[in-house]
């Protein structure tokens, strides 16, 4: 068998194998929102973020950096495709957690895959104390829901472009011309700039007539800096939250004005479980 093998490789029929695209974005994040990467099995990402005030407040509260909003949160790969993730943000105290699932993988080769695509889906809770605790209030009041579909392709080692199809759903709403459902679509990208730098983008679209007026489309733009185990992520922003239903359904700032947060987020991953080692 030895003989015949090399025979193969000599007449060059060695066997087809696939090759799976990785590293479409640095992080499993983009910005704000989730990349089409997840975190490896057995991998926990702890990630920090913040929002610093806007720019538009002036040199007085040091143009923004006097403020601050907070997320902390631990991503875990259950598997290659499976994570899931919990956090907590300062902005309206709330707790959230998510479960994404990448059901395709670009691949070429034996197997021929032109796309990426994965599933996600998150709960928020808030817990701010009742604007009015006499009258009858619900738990359920306190929940949001988030589905998205993740489609993506890595073009070339330089460039990744991906869309995600968004619908929020909120339990309590503040008036009746305000939709329960919102629908938006996602898009954002990465260019490499380095090795070790790439500069991302990313911009939702929400469809018209669901949300009061003043509210705005979020847009983000920032770089990613790789540094070991570290990613750092600097960035502009109009949204303060840091949860889908927060910069999906609640961005009020407009980048004309001035009303651009910077912001960063910082990834650290630790190997808890190697794979093959029980």
């Keep these: 068998m030895a003989q015949e093998d090399d025979l193969l490789s000599l007449l060059g029929e060695e066997e087809e194998t696939t090759e799976y ?31 610093f005030g806007t720019l538009n407040r002036g040199a007085y509260e040091l143009f923004g950096l006097d403020n601050a909003s907070i997320r902390i949160g631990t991503d875990y790969g259950i598997t290659d495709q499976m994570t899931i ?11 959230d957690g998510f479960v994404k699932y990448k059901f395709l993988r670009q691949s070429k080769g034996k197997k021929v895959m032109p796309v990426t695509a994965a599933f996600l889906a998150t709960t928020a809770v808030q817990s701010m104390k009742w ?6 209030n619900y ?27 968004t619908i929020v759903h909120r339990n309590l709403v503040k008036t009746a011309n305000e939709a329960h ?3 938006a679509l996602a898009a954002a990208g990465r260019i490499k700039l380095t090795k070790r730098v790439a500069i991302n983008a990313e911009y939702i679209y ?29 960035h502009f922003t109009n949204s303060t ?6 910069f999906i359904t609640e961005t009020v700032e407009t980048w004309g004005n001035g009303g651009i947060h910077f912001g960063f987020n910082v990834s650290r991953v630790f190997t808890v479980v190697r794979p093959g080692i029980q």
């Design 21 to 51: 695209a990785n590293a479409s974005f640095k992080t499993n994040r983009v910005i704000n929102l989730h990349s089409l990467e997840s975190t490896s099995a057995g991998v926990l990402d702890v990630k920090i973020s913040h929002r």
């Design 85 to 95: 993730g919990l956090g907590r943000s300062s902005y309206q105290k709330t707790f």
């Design 131 to 136: 604007q009015n605790p006499d009258r009858e």
């Design 139 to 165: 738990f359920s009041s306190r929940m949001y829901y988030t589905f998205q579909l993740i489609l993506g392709r890595k073009f070339n080692e330089n460039f990744s472009l991906q869309v995600s199809p």
């Design 181 to 183: 459902d919102v629908y």
């Design 206 to 234: 929400v469809l018209p007539d669901q949300l009061l007026p003043g509210f705005r489309n979020s847009l983000s733009i920032g770089f990613d800096i790789e540094t070991g185990g570290h990613v750092f992520q600097l």
């Design 241 to 246: 939250s840091m949860i889908e239903p927060g």
